[in-house]
Structure formats: structure tokens, C-alpha cells
């Protein structure tokens, strides 16, 4: 196990009728505010009359900028910029998905800058200040209401990067499971893979002795495995949707990937799949993680054996390991099908051929690997993806 340092800022409130605090909770930082969320669900449940009524009771005003789209946009941004400098706005309240919470952090790290934000998506300097966020959760997936990340899309050729950062670990976020009964099943699929890609990048690390956070990655994808399948027969099942919502949380806050190196390879495969052909996170990912495995399975036999047996439950062959770890992804992949994903391009609508350019921009011209369980130049990333036609 590595040293580590671990510490998360984000206040929690979690359970029915949680939103209702938020006036409260925004209170603490500005009275005058950005209100950021997405298309029209909001509003149509009763959200944003229930969220701006408390933010009225406790005496904040807001300016609105809603349309935020899955794979949040770089111009979006620049428009949340503009109007938290012209208002002199000092909070930003996220009420959405991954998309808008990404997007939020995005908007707080380039309004107290002179420059372009996307320069640090570009990884020229780092973000030294930020305004505070905080979100009302609707979709368990990015796990972006408690972690350091942020992921936008810049329109001037499709790049998808990401920003991590902890001032932008949002103040607090509000959970209540309740929010997510009217998802359509295609996102809760995409947003229970997308929890389940968080935790298996971070299973498949070299570094050793790590069998606490092993145990607690595996727990946690079991949970995922029985839950899934609870909420998408019963919409409304709130204990099912409890557990799915507070594991994508803790999937991303920092926790699990204590005293261990993730990989991450799979997450930057997949930006370039979303980049391009904006499609789902989830359903990208879902295509890509098969393929990363059958590409990296050698590297380290005994843990793809490991999570196939303690995840997947198949049964141990010590005279045939491969079999076994074989058989876990095959596993993982019926699991996919099961909920509604397919795990080839061709699923996702995709049917021209730009796998050399994905390659080429994963690793930026081939100047750069992509990993760290396995280090992927622009070959490796060109093989994997060929794996997923």
C-alpha cells in the first residue's frame, strides 16, 4: 500500500425530501447565485419549483443557465463564466446529473480567472482558486456531487479532457434517492456502468497489499450487480435506488482508491469515443472495458482471477486461470446485455472507422501512454479499440 493523504470536504444530506435544505445550505456562502441544470425534467417534476422555493425562504437570488447536454460543452461554460463576472455571482448551485455538476465546476474554476478555462483541461497550469458549488443530485453515475473531477467537451475538434482539482470538490451535496424514480432505463444502465467502470479502474492497480480497499471496491460492485437489476423492474423502489445512489458516490469521492494507483486507461479510451460520436458515458464504456481486458489480461493474471471469483462468483480452476478470469469478463459482459447495453461500437450506432484518429488523440500524437496498470501508446489504444468492433 502507497502513503496516502485523504480528505473529503463534501457535506452529505441524503434521504426524502433532502432538497428542501438547500436554501439553507446555500446560504452559508452568497446570497446572490448561478443556478445551472439541464433540459426540462426538472421542472416538469416539481424540482425547480421545490428547490427555488427554498432558495426564496432563505433570501437567495439567482440567474438561471439551464440546457446543459450530456457531455457538457466548453461554449456553455464560457456562458456561465460571462454571467457569474457580469452579476458578481459567489455560488454556483448544480441541479442535475454528472453533466451539469461537470459543467458547474468548470464554470466556478474559470470565473475568478482572466484566461480561458480549457487551458487547464489542456494541462497548461492549474486551477488556484474557485467558486464554491453545490448539488442536488438526479442521476447516480459520475459520482462528480463529491469528487475532484471534472470531464468537458470542447466543440473545436471534439476533444473530451478532463480537470481534477480539490477546490472543486463541491460544499455540499444534496441526495435523495426519490429524484431518480423517472430516469428512462437506458440511463440508469449507462449510470450503473459508469459507477462500475469508477470502481474497476481503481481495482486494477500494480501496487500490492491493498486488500482492504480490494474487499471494499468488490463490495461495492456486488452491491451494483444486485441492485441494477431492482430499479430497473421497479422504478420506484427506493431502498434499491439507495443503495445505487450512495455507491456511485462513494465510488468517486477518493475513498477507495486509497494507498492505490488506478488505471484510468479505459475513462480516456472512451472520452474519445463520447468526443466524437457524443454518445451515453456509461454505454461508451460498456464497450471499451471488455476490450481493455482482453488486451491487459496477462499483465496480471491472478487479479483478473481474483475479481472474477469474488465478484462474479465463477468458480476457481487452479489448473486453468485464464479460463476463470475469461470467464469473469464474459460475466461482466452478460451483465451489460442484461441491463440494456451492448458492448461492440457497432451498438452505439457507430459504423464509419476513425479508430486512428481516437488512438492519435488518446495519446496526443503518440507523445503520451494512456494508464498505469498498463501503460497504452497510441498501438495499444488502436488495438483495444479494434477489439470492441
Known amino acids: 500500500m502507497k502513503n496516502f493523504e485523504f480528505q473529503n470536504p463534501t457535506k452529505i444530506i441524503f434521504g426524502r425530501g433532502a432538497e428542501e435544505k438547500v436554501g439553507d445550505e446555500v446560504a452559508v456562502y452568497s446570497k446572490n447565485i448561478l443556478l445551472h441544470f439541464g433540459g426540462g425534467s426538472i421542472k416538469t417534476s ?3 419549483d421545490r428547490v427555488t422555493a427554498s432558495l426564496k425562504k432563505a433570501g437567495v437570488a439567482w440567474v438561471e443557465l439551464n440546457g446543459v447536454k450530456p457531455n457538457p460543452r466548453l461554449s456553455m461554460v464560457h456562458e456561465g463564466v460571462k454571467l457569474c463576472k457580469e452579476h458578481k455571482l459567489g455560488f454556483i448551485l448544480a441541479v442535475g446529473g454528472g453533466s451539469v455538476i461537470d459543467s ?10 482572466e484566461g480561458d478555462v480549457w487551458d487547464f483541461y489542456l494541462g497548461k497550469g492549474a486551477p488556484v482558486d474557485a467558486l464554491p458549488i453545490g448539488t442536488v443530485l438526479t442521476i447516480p453515475a459520475a459520482g462528480s456531487e463529491a469528487s475532484t473531477g471534472t470531464v468537458i467537451t470542447n466543440e473545436e475538434g471534439w476533444l473530451k479532457r478532463a480537470v481534477n482539482s480539490e477546490l472543486i470538490y463541491p460544499r455540499f451535496s444534496i441526495l435523495n434517492p426519490e429524484l431518480a424514480f423517472s430516469l428512462p432505463k437506458f440511463q440508469v444502465a449507462c449510470g450503473v456502468t459508469d459507477i462500475m467502470a469508477h470502481l474497476m479502474e481503481r481495482y486494477f492497480t500494480n501496487v500490492s497489499h491493498v486488500e482492504f480497499t480490494d474487499r471494499l471496491l468488490e463490495a461495492t460492485m456486488k452491491t451494483l450487480i444486485s441492485q441494477a437489476p431492482l430499479v430497473l423492474s421497479n422504478p420506484e423502489d427506493y431502498d434499491a435506488w439507495s443503495e445505487l445512489m450512495w455507491a456511485g458516490t462513494i465510488a468517486h ?3 477507495l482508491n486509497t494507498g492505490r494507483v488506478g488505471d484510468w486507461a479505459s475513462h480516456e479510451i472512451e472520452h474519445e469515443i463520447s468526443g466524437i460520436y457524443d454518445v451515453a458515458h456509461g454505454a461508451g464504456l460498456a464497450v471499451v472495458f471488455p476490450a481493455w481486458m482482453k488486451y491487459t489480461l496477462h499483465h496480471d493474471l491472478n487479479r483478473f482471477v ?3 471469483v469474488r465478484v462474479w462468483n465463477v468458480e476457481m480452476d487452479v489448473f486453468n486461470p485464464e479460463a476463470v478470469a475469461r470467464a469473469g469478463i464474459e460475466k461482466m459482459e452478460a451483465f451489460f446485455h442484461s441491463i440494456g447495453l451492448g458492448t461492440q461500437l ?9 479508430i486512428d484518429e481516437m488512438a492519435d488523440k488518446c495519446t496526443d500524437g503518440n507523445t503520451r501512454t494512456s494508464g498505469n496498470f498498463v501503460k497504452l501508446d497510441r498501438e495499444a489504444v488502436r488495438e483495444i479499440l479494434l477489439l470492441t468492433q
Do not use: P
Not at 468548470?106 to 475568478?112: D, L, R
Not at 457497432?346 to 476513425?354: C, E, F, H
Open 46 to 48: 416539481g424540482l425547480y
Open 104 to 113: 458547474a465546476k468548470a464554470i466556478a474554476m474559470g470565473a475568478v480567472i
Open 253 to 255: 469521492n477518493n475513498l
Open 306 to 308: 481474483q475479481w472474477s
Open 346 to 354: 457497432s451498438d452505439l450506432g457507430i459504423k464509419d472507422n476513425r
